[in-house]
T-cell receptor
Framework: GAVVSQHPSRVICKSGTSVKIECRSLDFQATTMFWYRQFPKQSLMLMAT?????????EQGVEKDKFLINHASLTLSTLTVTSAHPEDSSFYIC???????????FGAGTRLSVL | DAKTTQPTSMDCAEGRAANLPCNHS???????VYWYRQIHSQGPQYIIHGLKNNETNEMASLIITEDRKSSTLILPHATLRDTAVYYC????????????FGTGTRLQVTL
């Protein structure tokens, strides 16, 4: 199957700092990638859709100035959590869509802990 | 996108078939049925998808009723490594479509 790499797998940061998470499609090109957030014992919630070469589309209630998304190439999307606060602590997961059949391949996730 | 209903949890003995049901009575004609699973603390894994015909791959089989209002994911010989949360999602294909995850079914495979 298709491989999506997400880095880092775990990050601990101080409140007020920014954290960047990378998502790479290793063996296919992805014009569209997605960023999700998952709180403990809850399901995945879509945060935004990342489109190569254009602005990301954010879901309702997600602050675009706080969660900066860049999709500069067909194999890389980044999510930057700016001025992180403890309530931003969560499991962040990216995915990349391959082909026209809406099959998404997911990264292993990044566990963010903000102290 | 159409909403799906799945049982909260299921148990299955190792080596037996696991049959996971999903109701999607409001599915539209252009919506596919997708199944993903999430093993604890990992990203979801794609399993299978279908439109109206039954589908089979190396991981599972997908049985979709003729009226497309429900489907069943079948893991023919469940192993302990199949313990996970299984998500049934309906969504159209196309560049504008996205996946909406519900609460899924927590499948526990036991010895």
């Amino acid at each position: 199957g298709a491989v999506v790499s997400q880095h880092p797998s775990r990050v601990i940061c101080k409140s007020g700092t920014s954290v960047k998470i990378e998502c790479r499609s290793l063996d296919f090109q992805a014009t569209t990638m997605f960023w999700y957030r998952q709180f403990p014992k809850q399901s995945l919630m879509l945060m935004a859709t990342s489109n190569e070469g254009s602005k990301a589309t954010y879901e309702q209630g997600v602050e675009k100035d706080k969660f900066l998304i860049n999709h500069a190439s067909l194999t890389l999307s980044t999510l930057t959590v700016t001025s992180a606060h403890p309530e931003d602590s969560s499991f962040y997961i990216c995915s990349a869509r391959r082909g026209a059949k809406n099959i998404q391949y997911f990264g292993a996730g990044t566990r963010l802990s903000v102290l | 996108d159409a909403k799906t209903t799945q049982p909260t949890s299921m148990d299955c003995a190792e080596g037996r078939a696991a049959n996971l049901p999903c109701n999607h009575s409001t599915i539209s004609g252009n919506e596919y049925v997708y199944w993903y699973r999430q093993i604890h603390s990992q990203g979801p894994q794609y399993i299978i998808h279908g439109l109206k015909n039954n589908e089979t791959n190396e991981m599972a089989s997908l049985i979709i009723t003729e009226d497309r209002k429900s489907s069943t994911l079948i893991l023919p010989h469940a192993t302990l490594r199949d313990t996970a949360v299984y998500y049934c999602i309906v969504s159209p294909t196309g560049t504008a479509s996205k996946l909406t995850f519900g609460t899924g079914t927590r499948l526990q495979v036991t010895l």
